[in-house]
């Protein structure tokens, strides 16, 4: 990590994982009709500490090995249980995911606006305002 | 990570078109619910789209991304056509028998309510989405 990177915190692993979040999220609602599909979506606690502690990451031995840490790969995806399940086999349920979009749209936001402040200080400290 | 949000745009959009092709079924279905015909197989067969996710080659089930969804085949039902005994009717057999398609009426409209939420879902996951894309936009501004 440079130190630019350690400036802005956390925020740019979460704002990632809120990406890979709606996307998971979205998926689910296109497919509120598909039968035999299974909801899916990522645990943040456990992500957001696999992101963040560095020693869980691989190492790469050589300079030409692929770099699959990060971006290439994502928060492993796991499977919703529905409380109340279909008979076709579709394990969406349309409040939960409306509700877990919503969330995770809003919680996007507050970890861009965070970014903003932070990149706001570093400019001021630079400039010495 | 702006590309990765472009994708979940894609992949609301692919509902966008399933629901169309499936709002365009229930239309065909009722519109010809009282078609009239002289035998089983010249009756309308009601229609019936089948949904499946999409998934890319390289990804099968496997990935970590969302899959999209896509209306893999528009079936005809099997049901067989509605028989009714009207001997004055001018498109009725020999024995005097007339044919409609088996639409159920209620399940069609329920097609419609399902397809219609299904799409203003889309839309507004669409609408949160560059909502989201326009924030980022404008990080460090």
Redesign the interface.
């Known amino acids: 990590m440079s130190g630019l990177d350690k400036a802005f915190g956390v925020s740019p692993q979460v ?2 994982l809120r ?2 979040k ?14 035999d ?1 299974k909801a ?1 979506d ?1 645990d943040f606690r456990a992500a957001m500490s696999t992101a963040l502690n560095e020693s869980s990451q691989l190492k790469r031995t050589h300079e030409q090995h692929f770099d699959i840490n990060g ?1 290439t ?5 796991k499977y919703r249980v529905p409380s109340q399940a279909s008979v076709d086999g579709n394990t969406v349920e ?1 409040h939960r995911e ?1 509700t877990a ?2 969330e995770n ?1 809003v919680r ?2 507050a970890s ?1 606006n965070f ?2 402040s932070k ?1 706001r200080a570093l400019r001021t400290a630079i400039k010495g305002e | ?1 702006i590309m ?2 472009f ?3 894609n ?2 959009a ?2 966008l078109e ?2 169309t092709i ?1 709002l365009n079924t229930v239309s065909s279905n009722l519109a010809n619910a009282n078609s009239v015909s002289g035998s089983e197989a010249d009756t309308y067969k009601p229609l019936e789209p089948l ?3 999409m998934l890319n080659q390289a990804q099968m089930g496997m ?7 896509k209306v893999t085949a528009v079936m005809e039902s099997n049901e067989p056509a509605n028989k009714e005994y009207m001997p004055g009717h001018p498109l009725a057999d020999e024995e005097g028998f007339i044919y409609t398609p088996a639409v159920d009426q209620a399940q069609e409209a329920a097609h419609m309510m ?2 219609s ?2 799409y203003k ?2 839309v507004e ?1 669409i609408n ?2 560059k ?2 894309i326009m ?2 936009l ?4």
């Not at chain 1, 790969?73 to 995806?77: C, E, L, N, T, Y």
């Open positions: 704002l990632a990406t890979q709606l996307n998971l999220l979205s998926a689910n609602i296109a497919n509120a009709s598909t039968p599909y899916r990522i971006a790969s994502g928060a492993p995806v349309m409306h979009f919503m749209a996007y936001q861009a970014l903003d990149i | 990570m990765s949000l994708n979940a745009i992949i609301s692919t509902n399933a629901q499936r949904f499946a996710p990935s970590n991304e969302g899959a999209g969804v399902d397809a939420q299904a879902s889309s996951a949160t989405t909502a989201l924030r980022t404008t990080i460090g501004r």
